[in-house]
């Protein structure tokens, strides 16, 4: 008997042991993943979840992250720094805290505190109104007023030595010493007026550049306008001024000490920067980048021509600020189409630069941070990195996907950064920039991210929690984790299936994996088998798809795994 001659099946293996992170665009490489959930690169070229979080802390409303010694935050109207309550009285709503040497500075609230010293700590603004009789008059530096001197537009016939005489003849008008042993009147080149009234000095210090407002009269009015104060007691502040004669009022006045408005506060070089397109305190509209005088982010408007003064200039471009960052040294200023980085090191010798370019998306301000001295934002077009010369785009593994409204931090080699797509649902991705991939851990909405002391803390929306990536504090549970592959089967024209899968893991004892499988794209998930792990060792799983034009494998635990290999068996078929 003859037995028919039977070919054999044609048949090849592909071997996927280097997992490439997310990418989800409609084509993807071996290695890469569609959809993930959880997983990390830091076992790269292996897959595995992503560590346990750690939870910090357990506020009612946490409201900003700053690295100091220790972690510091906002909790409602009070300051945490080392698990330490100061109460401040702040408003409610999202802060931004920025560090200045001991200091935190507390924005949009405007306040302070020291961290070395908590008792030192209050608000950047201050203002007074007098109450009851306010009195001006000629004054020496250091707010000795000026006795028995000549008022008149001719000088004295007979005057003695060191005697003092007010030039009327010229405007404006000139105090002027005798000396007996020239023989002549010499002007005193600057002069000051006293301005004295009931607590009218308490509130500020030597050097403050303040506003001046409600000197009433011709011989005052020049006054109603910004000053430096060179002396100060509890009940007068020194001027630099000219007055003919002692002169009071009960019209009340205002001294005040002001910070602009600003959209966006950052430091650099010991100053507060800042910038504002909108409304300024006075109600005009500004587009303006500010510092403030060196060394002191109380003062903004201290004008003496020297290098230690504080800067405002105005900048030609249109459009809101989206952002802003030191980096490298430099202050840098964020429109959506722009960039503004101020050059140089003193107020005389600054200069802004205009780089035409993909600034940061409007909301994405929180977005900015720094990885190996590279910057990274969130631009309209997607993720950017910026290293001083322009910037360039690294997110087109999100595919056709748009985000908004990101918030971003940094620990190591990783970016991580929480966004918004178009459907409200959030998302926390996560960039290797070592290795140059994307993995998407869950649907964190985080407010506020910050690294310190090796470890990256943000806070939970959501779940009102200050938590951490690498697990400081209390340690969350077993995480779940999900990896789906993109589409298996397209790759070639002839009539080729894949015949079985194989994947080698390895498990902790207690961890339990889901296989599931996406033929054909229609929409349902099949499972096919389920494995828990009973000791540290590795499986092989062989998995026997149906015949089908393509599928899509799903891969999901909860607890340790490491998936080592996928390896495909591919099958040739026959044209029916």
Not at 35 to 64: C, F, H
Not at 304 to 314: N, P, Q
């Amino acid at each position: 008997m003859k037995l028919p001659i039977l070919s054999e099946i044609e048949s090849s293996r592909e071997m996927i042991d280097v997992f490439g992170g997310y990418n989800h665009n409609l084509r993807i490489s071996n290695g890469e993943f569609y959809n993930m959930k959880n997983l990390s690169s830091s076992d790269y070229p292996v897959l595995s979840p992503r560590k346990r979080r750690g939870i910090y802390a357990t506020p009612e409303k946490p409201q900003g992250l700053l690295a100091k010694d220790s972690l510091c935050y906002v909790d409602g109207e009070n300051f945490i720094i080392n698990g330490k309550t100061i109460p401040l009285g702040l408003t409610d709503g999202d802060k931004t805290l920025i560090s200045m040497g001991a200091y935190v500075i507390i924005m949009p609230d405007k306040k302070y505190i020291n961290t070395t010293d908590t008792s030192d700590c209050g608000s950047i603004e201050s203002k007074v109104t007098s109450t009851g009789t306010v009195t001006f008059s000629l004054c020496r530096i250091d707010g000795d007023t000026y006795e028995n001197y000549t008022i008149s537009s001719s000088a004295p016939r007979y005057p003695a030595n060191l005697a003092l005489w007010l030039d009327t003849s010229s405007v404006p008008h000139t105090l002027k010493q005798y000396s007996t042993t020239n023989a002549v009147w010499t002007a005193i080149a600057t002069t000051y007026i006293k301005i004295s009234a009931t607590g009218i000095g308490k509130s500020f210090s030597e050097n403050d550049g303040v506003s001046i407002s409600g000197c009433v009269g011709d011989a005052v009015a020049d006054l109603n306008s910004t000053a430096i104060i060179w002396a100060r007691g509890d009940d007068y502040i020194v001027v630099t001024g000219v007055l003919d004669k002692v002169t009071t009022q009960t019209a009340p006045i205002t001294i005040a000490r002001q910070m602009p408005n600003m959209d966006f506060v950052i430091e650099s070089g010991n100053r507060l920067w800042g910038c504002r397109y909108g409304a300024s305190v006075g109600g005009v509209t500004v587009n303006e980048i500010y510092a403030s005088k060196l060394g002191d982010f109380k003062n903004w408007n201290s004008f003496l021509g020297i290098s230690t003064d504080s800067y405002a200039a105005t900048v030609g471009t249109d459009g809101e600020f989206t952002g802003a960052v030191t980096h490298l040294g430099y202050p840098i200023f964020f429109k959506e189409n722009c960039m503004h980085k101020v050059y140089g090191n003193y107020p005389s010798n600054y200069q802004i630069q205009t780089t035409t370019c993909r600034g940061v998306q409007k909301g994405c301000e929180r977005s900015l941070a720094t990885v190996n001295e590279v910057l990274y934002y969130k631009a309209r077009s997607g993720v950017c990195i910026y290293d001083g010369s322009l910037p360039t785009e690294i997110s087109s593994a999100f595919g056709e996907e748009a985000y908004g409204n990101a918030v971003a931090g940094s620990l190591g080699n990783k970016y991580y950064i929480s966004m918004q797509d178009t459907d409200r649902l959030w998302h926390l991705f996560v960039y290797d920039a070592k290795r140059g991939m994307w993995h998407r851990e869950d649907d964190t909405q985080a407010t506020a991210f910050c690294s310190c002391n090796g470890d990256l803390y943000f806070i939970d929306y959501a779940d009102k929690l200050i938590k951490s990536v690498n697990g400081s504090g209390v340690s969350e549970g077993d995480v779940h984790w999900m990896a789906e592959t993109g589409i298996i089967g397209t790759d070639s024209p002839d009539k080729k299936y894949v015949s079985r899968i194989d994947v080698r893991l390895s498990l902790t004892v207690g961890t339990r994996v889901h296989f599931n499988v996406q033929y054909d794209s229609d929409g349902g998930w099949e499972h096919l088998f389920t494995m828990t792990g009973t000791s540290l060792r590795s499986f092989a799983v062989p998995i026997r798809p149906r015949r089908c034009d393509h599928l899509r494998l799903r891969i999901e635990g909860d607890g340790e795994a490491k998936i080592y290999s996928i390896c495909k068996t591919i099958e040739q078929g026959s044209d029916m």
